[in-house]
């Protein structure tokens, strides 16, 4: 399937999202929609690895109830489903009983069951905690089957239900099940919801386009970016993850199998399933990633918790895009913590560094860890100023790029990526002002593929332009009190053209000799024709 094919099956999902949601808060019904195209991603995936399994014992229809081959096998063969059940967790990983499969439940809707309803309770409950060997408790937690919004009543809202799954299911039925195709209509989906949902909604998602650029960027040596990108990473680490779209960006810049292993932690409950649930569709298989729900300011992570410097979870890349200049409550427990011990304490006003030290301490010595941050953390006096020297002292601080504002659904300001190292090369600090380069859009700003090539480009062979990019020594950085501030050391102001006065006198001169020169002319004219020449006063 094409990336246009893709676009368009997102843009058709989209559309029916608009046509169906009526009255209903797009924020919800955005939860009906992509858990329901994650069911047909897991469906079809299944049934296809059944097909492969089962060979030509395959039935080549379904049974008489829900048109489902695999249901049909199951009733002539009830005696091997055990054993095949464990040949599909050991090959897919997961398993999925026919009657919930999404090819089952649209049936259900088509033929308007009143039973539609209760089986997708059971299969939603059946897929959280008998799917796959690792229980996914609460990963439909936020879709209320139950809510009024789908009607009064269990009939009105199964009728409701029926109406939705039918037209989804009829305006993908020709698509492609594999993970890129479905994969890129929900991160479509995730995006216009983001879009559609303003400043609340847009803090789960980075613009694709800017996650890109962190992505590409991690993935190089960080040692000596020039090398290129290293061939794996062992583990890759996303402490603020929304809907995992940065992170699963990282996987895809490294292929397949360029990642061994993805962490990542989510506070919000709801953007904590839509991240669970974008891993499984994207193909990443259940033991490959470990999303946590809690918060990471406060390490509400077991696994992060081992002060043993030999036992420490370590990762050889970073991503991150928290919310930005959040107010949190630092205590003096925290001021004690071995993540914020050496630096202090981020002030209570803005969590921004907090969020970045909580990322840095578990950074491998040959990890690179990019983070997204607002432009304040960069000049802001105070806590903030003490943590940015330090870091700035102990040469942790590799490249500051300075992004164009309006990228960013949450916000129109402009944003800033800071790149650090716990081991760097290089001696300087590499400053990027990329705050003029974008294409301007209706309501958004984009960054186009030059656009984010000329930056991931710069940073990786550290190079040098006049008005875009810059690598400065310490010893300026610490004349100007540690402050990062892009435009103290990458200026894109035009210079003032230099006035040449010897040539603008002469200019002048000339204008005179001429209007004196035309004037005379005129006057003759005038003269001949017998008018009178008024005096000049």
């Not at 091997?80 to 439940?105: A, C, G, N, T």
């Not at 989906?189 to 991690?218: C, D, H, M, N, W």
């Not at 501030?485 to 010897?502: C, D, H």
Request: one cysteine or more; proline letters at 3%.
């Amino acid at each position: 399937m094409s990336e246009e094919e893709q676009q368009e099956l997102g843009k058709t999902l989209w559309k029916i999202a608009d046509n169906l949601r009526g009255s209903m808060n797009a924020d919800d019904f955005r939860d009906y929609m992509l858990s329901f195209l994650f069911l047909r991603y897991l469906s079809g995936n299944y049934e296809e690895s059944a097909k492969k399994e089962l060979g030509a014992d395959y039935p080549q229809v379904g049974n008489s109830e829900t048109n489902t081959p695999l249901a049909l096998w199951y009733e002539q063969n009830q005696d091997d489903v055990s054993e095949f059940e464990k040949q599909m967790r050991r090959k897919v990983h997961y398993v999925i009983k026919p009657e919930y499969l999404w090819r089952s439940v649209a049936e259900l809707a088509r033929t308007q069951s009143n039973e539609l309803h209760r089986t997708l309770e059971k299969a939603f409950s059946y897929i959280e905690n008998e799917s796959f060997s690792t229980a996914f408790d609460g990963l439909f937690s936020e879709i209320n089957l139950n809510s009024e919004k789908l009607g009064r009543d269990y009939t009105q809202r199964n009728e409701k239900l029926c109406t939705i799954i039918t037209q989804i299911a009829e305006g993908i039925a020709d698509s492609p099940n594999d993970s890129d195709a479905l994969g890129d209509a929900y991160e479509y989906l995730i995006g216009q919801f983001a879009a559609g949902g303003g400043k609340k909604a847009g803090e789960f998602y980075t613009p694709q386009q800017v996650s890109t650029i962190l992505s590409r960027i991690v993935s190089f040596d960080s040692q000596d970016p020039s090398m290129g990108e290293k061939k794996k990473l062992d583990s890759v680490f996303d402490f603020a993850c929304g809907s995992g779209s940065l992170i699963l960006n990282v996987r895809k810049q490294m292929g397949e199998y360029g990642v061994s292993k993805i962490f990542a932690q989510e506070k919000n409950i709801t953007t904590y399933n839509l991240a669970r649930m974008n891993m499984l569709l994207r193909g990443v298989k259940d033991n490959e990633f470990n999303i946590s729900h809690g918060d990471s300011l406060t390490n509400e992570w077991g696994i992060l918790s081992e002060e043993n410097p030999a036992k420490k979870m370590r990762f050889d890349a970073i991503v991150a895009n928290p919310p930005f200049s959040l107010r949190w409550n630092p205590t003096e427990e925290l001021a004690k913590d071995f993540r914020f011990a050496d630096y202090g304490l981020a002030p209570k006003s803005a969590a921004d560094f907090a969020f970045l030290l909580h990322g840095f301490h578990f950074l491998d010595n040959e990890g690179t860890m990019a983070i997204i941050l607002p432009h304040g953390v960069l000049f802001r006096g105070g806590a903030e100023a003490i943590i940015r020297t330090k870091l700035l002292k102990d040469g942790h601080i590799d490249t500051v790029i300075g992004l164009p504002a309006k990228l960013f659904f949450s916000t129109g300001i402009p944003v800033c990526i800071l790149v650090l190292k716990k081991c760097k090369k290089s001696d300087d600090v590499l400053f990027i002002n990329a705050s003029e380069h974008f294409t301007k859009d209706k309501r958004q700003n984009r960054l186009d593929d030059r656009h984010i090539d000329k930056i991931v480009d710069t940073y990786r062979y550290r190079v040098e332009e006049a008005r875009y990019s810059r690598r400065v020594e310490l010893s300026e950085i610490e004349k100007n009190d540690f402050n990062l501030n892009i435009s103290r050391y990458v200026s894109t102001a035009k210079p003032e053209k230099v006035i040449n006065l010897a040539e603008v006198n002469q200019a002048l001169a000339k204008t005179e000799s001429d209007i004196k020169k035309f004037t005379d002319e005129h006057n003759a004219y005038l003269k001949e024709l017998g008018v009178n020449l008024l005096k000049s006063p």
